[in-house]
């Protein structure tokens, strides 16, 4: 080790920032199994000094935590694909915050620009489950003057030829200053994403912050984890968050009682995806019952869509309520977002 260290004595160490990635993986290899005991690691044969000097430069790049540093050995898992297994895994609860908190890291560096009052927000997005999927693409104005879709829905005073095949677009006064007198039950794209902007980055304190001035309704008997999850379930639907709210949603999620975080799967429409899950074996006070899923994209960390198993859904007798089993997507009430941006005017997309 001293000769490698003299190999790049005028190195910089790294920062916590650039390790956070290379934690992760080295922290999910000893927290990934359900059970949260730790694998047990064989002595690796000695190699020669040649071979040890390039193990121990990789080795020492990929991480240092709590003072001691891993080595894989060929047969270990993961050694050959630089992962630290495959397959569909549901995490421990502290391997889920540690994925959470990656996710938390990583999009809070992100830069954010506000859109021009006169832009308009892009989303794509299918509906899926109890019938065929339904696929529509939406644009709003910035400042909430106006609205566009496809496919269009016939209006009163709709003409008799009416296509809604095709782009309709309405346009309306600025309410802006009436709904902020009235409250925030409608805002503006502005206005929502302003207020998001307010919030501090604490998650405890974001979530109170959210809590009081969201305005979704009190469901009676709803707990404090129910709440703070539909809260963020909400939130995620909003096509533009500032960075650092982001951020404070995973950890929040990581807060909330029993949630954890699926590895390796794919979302409803066949996207490589993580998933962050809660399961209520008996119904909420909101009605919702069974396995509650929340998509992400596994690098960027991008929202990608939820999926809620319907209140009528029996697992098979004998299966746990955690079970990391695939949906099935004829019993759940399923949402994805396809495609989203910032577009200068209704019928372009990104």
């Known amino acids: ?24 993986l080295l922290t999910d290899e000893f927290r990934s ?19 040890f000097l390039a193990v121990a430069g990789a080795v020492t790049a990929l991480a240092v935590t709590g003072g001691a540093v891993v080595l894989l050995s060929d047969d270990a898992p993961g050694a050959r694909t630089g992962t630290a297994s495959s397959g569909r895994q549901l995490l421990s609860a502290e391997a889920s915050a540690d994925t959470l908190e990656l996710a938390a890291a990583t999009v809070e560096k992100l830069g954010a620009t506000e859109p021009g009052p006169k832009q308009w927000v892009y989303e ?8 065929a999927p339904q696929t529509s693409e939406r644009w709003t ?39 902020k007198k009235e409250g925030y039950d409608d805002r503006s794209q ?7 902007a307010t919030l501090p980055g604490d998650p405890d304190r974001m979530m109170r912050r959210i809590r009081e001035e969201h305005a979704i309704g009190d469901i009676k008997g709803e707990t404090p984890a129910q709440r703070d999850w539909r809260e963020i379930d909400v939130l995620y639907r909003s096509v533009l968050i500032p960075p650092k709210v982001r951020a404070g949603m995973f ?10 975080v699926e590895k390796g799967i794919k979302d409803p429409v066949g996207r490589p995806a993580i998933g962050v899950t809660v399961t209520y074996a008996e119904p909420a006070a909101s009605g919702a019952q069974g396995k509650q899923e929340i998509f992400f994209d596994p690098v960027t960390y991008a929202y990608l ?45 990104p």
């Not at 003299?6 to 920032?17: F, M, Q, T, Y």
């Not at 502005?190 to 998001?196: D, H, K, V």
């Not at 950890?251 to 954890?260: E, H, M, S």
């Not at 029996?314 to 941006?341: C, E, F, L, M």
């Open 124 to 131: 794509k997005s299918t509906s899926l489950g109890q019938q």
């Open 33 to 51: 199994r359900p059970d949260g005991r730790r694998p047990v690691f064989t002595r690796p044969r000695p190699v020669g000094r040649r071979t």
């Open 251 to 260: 950890r929040a999620l990581a807060k909330i009682p029993g949630a954890r």
């Open 141 to 179: 104005r910035w400042d909430g003057t106006g609205w566009a879709r496809i496919p269009g829905m016939r209006l009163p005073g709709s003409p008799p030829d009416f296509d809604r095949n095709k782009l309709q677009i309405t346009y309306g006064p600025n309410m802006e200053a009436k709904w």
């Open 305 to 349: 869509g939820e999926a809620a198993d319907l209140p009528s859904m029996k697992a098979p007798k004998g299966t746990p309520a955690s079970s990391p089993g695939p949906h099935d997507w004829s019993h759940a009430i399923v949402s994805v977002r396809n495609a989203w941006g910032v577009v200068d005017k209704p019928g372009e997309r």
């Open 190 to 196: 502005r206005q929502f994403y302003r207020f998001l």
């Open 1 to 24: 080790m001293n000769e490698l260290n003299e190999l790049r004595a005028d190195a910089p160490l790294p920062d916590a920032g650039r390790l956070a990635p290379q934690r992760a």
